[in-house]
């Protein structure tokens, strides 16, 4: 028995066939082509599906079933995209399009969720029943671990946790909501403030080091710290106080087992994950808020989305 | 059959028998006496439900379970009272405790927690599966219904929406951190707001009110603004931006079916409970993140503490 997952991004679309130990034993991508419409798109999916499965050796027979990741608002319940403005799609039913093409359990899911799941299942969080995974990328995409199952919300709206607002109204937000987490700890927020950081200090070390790498990214603040560049400390210890902020709201508010961070600033390491560790244990430790909560790296890498994918149909 | 729920308070502890459709059939409080300490408190408590029992015709054999609410943080699946300030209490075994006196189902809850599943299950929430209970009072209790099922968080330690931050580096809160969403929108927030806005309002009609009420409470600031104060309405207008802004960031997380808001604050009934509606409602319009969340009021009053922890152990 293989599983299929597919993970629907704007750019492209990625499927592999997973084992249900969670291993892709293979897969491949495809342009998304969402100008050419949800049907073409998902006839377009379907028609690599059984490619893949034919060219390794399966059989419709061998298949368990099919999951799908969107980039947006999914009602999983009732298979229904509701809104992906990232492939044009709304109120789109996609368990009944695809099962014209397949006759095996599908399902759908969002995207960040899907990851979460692929990491309780089979990566960082093996183990744990109740994990809350927080990607921190453009924005702030989280997914929710209860009892082991997704848990998505009413209407598949919850788990958006990028968008619980840390500063009353503060930055304004594309959600519309002013002072949303992801504005402060996401990497465009930590990209945003080492401008800023930059725009005040000309002779910080970061104007060097921006240079050198072609601009500032996620990592300028960070290599300037490294380097003892005050400035460049300054932007770090800022962002690492927003991100703990908006992972200790949800500590108080789900008190996971453990949280699952993903997204390239997770890769930051030591820099990163250590001091965040130490400020949530400090506070739970002032709180009694006990016991603590894991923080760790996510390890399924850009897979999340098709192992959790696989994982909805297992 | 009958099932007994278990109140426990700083000041009194109020035990009731309650049917398996939720009505207390007959209730009775006796002081906690929390200074006598943990056995002494619990053996107090087994004597009078064997007297309750008995004073209602209800032998040992009729009795289904028994539910304790506790004012503090429980590991409810230990059955634990881990920390519970306002009796005295830390690390307790309490269904230990009790099973010595019944040999009959005991469960242990927070008690906002075991209010929240009191009104799902026979109040404001009936007929709903995810539910977030929210009380105004001193602070902001929280209890959340996940699938028709009591979430605690690991250890019991989640749930704690009112230590949410909403404005980092913000207010200093009881519990340690800044900026906490109880700080503001609890009734205790109402009023420090309502204080604040008097000093700096010398014509204000709060004053007045305020004298005619022996002093300021959760009242002043609404009665004002009904009386066309223009610095009445500036704090009410303010002090429910606060609360609408931190149900939306449960919203976004949790999305679940229905908020219950509990506390003296929710009897303001259309002065509170209509524009919290409206204000969720415009947000939920502009984000798209629907279906809406119901928001009512808690319907149980203070028998959702004997009623919810009676529930625990139907």
């Keep these: 028995m293989v599983y299929v997952g597919v993970d629907v991004g704007g750019m492209s679309i990625k499927i592999g066939l997973v084992t ?3 291993k892709i034993l293979k897969s491949k991508a495809f342009p998304t082509e969402q100008e050419k419409g949800f049907k073409s798109m998902f006839a377009r999916t379907a028609d690599m599906i059984k490619d893949l499965l034919a060219d390794n050796g399966f059989s419709l027979i061998d298949l368990g079933g099919i999951g799908i990741g969107i980039p947006g608002t999914v ?9 992906a403005v990232n492939i044009g799609c709304k109120n789109q039913d996609l368990i009944k399009e695809m099962s014209q093409y397949f ?3 599908i399902a759908v899911g969002n995207d960040a969720n899907v990851a979460a799941l692929g990491e309780q299942r089979f990566g960082a969080g093996k183990g744990h029943e109740n994990v809350v995974m927080v990607t921190l990328g453009t924005g702030i995409g989280g997914g929710i671990i209860i009892d082991g ?3 998505e919300g009413n209407g598949g709206a919850g788990g958006e946790v990028g968008h619980q607002i840390i500063e009353i109204d503060g930055e304004q937000c594309n959600c519309g909501r002013r002072g949303c987490w992801e504005r402060y700890a996401s990497a465009t927020g930590l990209i945003n403030q ?4 930059m725009a005040e200090n000309s002779n910080s070390l970061m104007h060097k080091i921006a240079n050198e790498n072609g601009g500032v990214d996620g990592r300028t603040a960070f290599l300037a710290k490294d380097a003892g560049d005050e400035a460049g400390k300054a932007v770090v210890d800022k962002y690492l106080h927003y991100l703990a902020e908006g992972l200790l709201n949800l500590g108080y508010i789900l008190h996971p087992e453990i949280f699952i961070i993903g997204g390239g600033i997770s890769h930051e390491g ?3 994950m250590e001091p965040l560790r130490q400020k949530l244990n400090d506070d739970f430790d002032r709180s009694g808020m006990l016991p603590y909560i894991e923080v ?5 890498g850009n897979n999340a989305g098709i192992i959790g994918a696989a994982a909805l149909v297992m």
Tied chains: 1, 2.
Excluded: C, H, M, R
């Design 20 to 22: 249900k130990e969670g």
């Design 75 to 83: 009602d999983s319940k009732l298979g229904l995209i509701v809104s």
């Design 103 to 105: 006759n095996v359990p």
């Design 149 to 151: 199952k997704l848990y």
């Design 194 to 197: 080492t401008k800023y950081a």
């Design 270 to 272: 030591k820099n990163v």
């Design 296 to 300: 760790v790296q996510a390890s399924l």
